[in-house]
């Protein structure tokens, strides 16, 4: 599968978060004044809750922003439609979930699969869902870190795009998750900016489980 033909101009981003937004945050920096330059621009940010710091970094920056509560539908499935298309309003040519903590459905996968890309706090396929930091760390391991790849109709399944590392220590208790979690962020934050400014640039192909940055049919 190759990246879809790019939009005149830079690539359409739609964002969606859940919580803090920091990963927004790092991509709201990268992209500063130079979309040209980064080879996106954010076009809006969607959110499965209202009240969250990522959707305030959304409107100080000045971006249009949705809600799509899961409550707020008769079914699973509604609400998965509901945010596919909420999220189709703004033609993105990639979809970033960035600390969007909710399993898309069949629809939203039909309309945004092969550029729909997530970021967890674990080194897949080790410790994927909601509780990636805390699994890593209950498990014993001496490394772990952060994973950016497609999503598919797996939790934490999709191709893999880009993996950063980060060494766990003695000081590391199981009580310490926030504290690794943070260090994580501070190396997923720049993977994301970096994975989804040469997905734009540079474009794309997924061959099966391998993804290869760099010009389709070159
Ligand atoms: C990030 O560490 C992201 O990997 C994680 O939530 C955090 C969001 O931080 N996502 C998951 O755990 C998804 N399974 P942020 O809101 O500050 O960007």
Known sequence: MASP?????????VVLVSGSGTNLQ???????????????????????RSGIVGLERA??????????????????????????AGT????????????????VGKEFLARFGGRFINTHPALLPSFPGAHGVRDALAYGVKVTGCTVHFVDDG?????IIAQGVVEVTEEDTAEGEAALHERIKEIERKLLVEAVGR?????YRIEGRKVHLGHVGE
């Open 155 to 159: 939790v934490d399944t999709g191709p």
């Open 26 to 48: 790092a991509l709201l920096d990268a992209i500063g004044d130079g979309p040209e330059g980064f080879g996106a621009r954010i076009v809006a940010v969607g959110a499965d």
């Open 5 to 13: 033909p790019p939009s005149a101009g830079p690539a359409r981003l």
């Open 199 to 203: 997905l734009a640039r540079d474009g």
């Open 59 to 84: 409107e100080r920056a000045g971006l249009p922003t949705f809600v799509c509560r899961v409550k707020d539908h008769a079914t699973r499935e509604e609400w998965d439609a509901a945010l596919a």
């Open 88 to 103: 189709a309003r703004f033609r993105p040519d990639l979809v970033v979930s960035a600390g969007f903590m909710k399993i």
